[in-house]
């Protein structure tokens, strides 16, 4: 069993910069391969990015390449997603997840995840 909490979401301004954090508990927490995914209203939810579990290697969506960095801390127990140059259409619940046994790289479809977070709000608007 693996237990996820994500924080750091809220409101901010286009052109502005969040960072969202996931802490990750139980079970090897430390081996795990984990990504980001956001959910808009109305819309289907969507690959933002992915860490790997041993050796740093990172994979973006398109639409945040450039602009969102995903990083975990040494004890890999905690993923980030800075988020810079925000704009209105980032604006989504985003959830973090773990990947407990894949091994092909990258880890950008739902179904390569086996635990989820409850999801934090960002929100971009003037």
């Known amino acids: 069993q693996v237990q996820l909490v994500e924080s750091g979401g809220g409101l901010v301004q286009p052109g502005g910069s969040l960072r969202l954090s996931c802490a990750a508990s139980?079970?090897?927490?430390?081996?795990?391969?984990m990504g980001w995914f956001r959910q808009a209203p109305g819309k289907v939810r969507e690959f933002v990015a992915t860490?790997?579990?041993?050796?740093?290697?990172?994979y973006y969506a398109d639409s945040v390449k450039g602009r969102f960095t995903i990083s975990r801390d040494n004890g890999k127990t905690t993923v980030y997603l800075q988020m810079n140059s925000l704009k209105p259409e980032d604006t989504a619940v985003y959830y973090c997840?773990?990947?407990?046994?894949?091994?092909?790289?990258?880890?950008?479809?739902?179904?390569?995840?086996?635990?989820w977070g409850q999801g934090t709000q960002v929100t971009v608007s003037s």
């Open positions: 997840a773990v990947d407990l046994y894949g091994s092909s790289w990258p880890r950008r479809y739902q179904y390569q995840y086996d635990y």
């Open positions: 139980g079970r090897s927490a430390s081996t795990y391969a």
């Open positions: 860490i790997s579990r041993s050796d740093g290697r990172t």
